[in-house]
């Protein structure tokens, strides 16, 4: 987490989201792509309690194959930067081609390098954020989309 976001949330002891009521205006669709399943619960569950319906999968393939294939679509996408078998760029570069205009939300690891952060918005990520995806983060992307209609 950088210095300026845990110096926000150290500030104000109000707590964000489902703890506050907060929910979304009209009925928003997430899909969540990240392996790593502690990450995902905790979106999906903090998502749900705001009002949201969501998907997790575990990749990128999985993630373009839905778009593909299927007449899904999504309000926001949250794409992780490193997955199994097609990675977070790389998925995020063909759904751009595939025509998919959805917010999609780039989630960096503590560990990624600058560069990567860099490819995400050359693929074509709306945003990047480190993670975690704080509930304040997440809050934000929501009434974002709310706003939006």
Excluded: W
Aim: charged letters at 30%.
């Amino acid at each position: 987490m950088s210095s300026s976001a845990s110096a926000s949330s150290s500030k104000s002891k109000k707590r964000v989201g489902p703890d506050n009521d907060f929910k979304v205006g009209k009925q928003l669709q997430v899909l969540i792509v990240d392996d790593d399943d502690v990450s995902q619960t905790t979106y999906i569950l903090f998502l749900q309690k705001c009002g949201v319906e969501t998907l997790g999968v575990r990749n990128g393939n999985v993630a373009v194959t839905i778009h593909d294939i299927t007449e899904m679509r999504f309000d926001l996408i949250l794409m992780n930067s490193v997955l199994p078998l097609m990675d977070g760029i790389q998925a995020t570069k063909k759904l751009r081609e595939m025509g998919i205009t959805t917010m999609i939300v780039g989630m960096t690891n503590v560990n990624d390098k600058e560069e990567v952060r860099k490819e995400f918005m050359e693929a074509g990520v709306d945003d990047c954020y480190e993670k975690p995806l704080t509930p304040e983060i997440l809050r934000s992307l929501l009434e974002k989309l709310s706003n939006k209609a």
